[in-house]
Nanobody
Framework: QVQLVESGGGLVQPGGSLRLSCAAS????????MSWYRQAPGKQRELVAS????????VYADSVKGRFAISRDNAKSLVYLQMGSLKPEDTAVYYC??????????WGPGTQVTVSS
């Protein structure tokens, strides 16, 4: 069974940048579209970005378009989320998983991103 482990979060000032990583164990990673999600305190988990298995198709939530970039390295079973121009409203726990509408893997622990001065 695939296990997901997110990393790279932290405390950053508004306008700053962070790069999140998601390590996925398991043999079928490269065959699946992957997504980043986030959950802010008191809110539902929301989709941030998705990338197809080969990386050629990418979709972003309107709230992060132009500021975040999703990418993947299938050889290393890694998915990345490069985040720039961060805003306080980007504060959340960030998770990776398969794209919505597909059977999700067990959720990983997530990585906390806090944007504050």
């Amino acid at each position: 069974q695939v296990q997901l482990v997110e990393s790279g979060g932290g405390l950053v000032q508004p306008g700053g940048s962070l790069r999140l990583s998601c390590a996925a164990s398991g043999s079928d990673f490269s065959a699946n579209s992957m997504s980043w999600y986030r959950q802010a305190p008191g809110k539902q988990r929301e989709l941030v970005a998705s990338i197809s298995s080969g990386g050629s198709s990418i979709v972003y939530a309107d709230s992060v378009k132009g500021r975040f970039a999703i990418s993947r390295d299938n050889a290393k079973s890694l998915v990345y989320l490069q985040m720039g121009s961060l805003k306080p409203e980007d504060t959340a726990v960030y998770y990776c998983n398969r794209r919505p509408g597909t059977p999700l893997y067990p959720w990983g622990p997530g990585t906390q991103v806090t944007v504050s001065s």
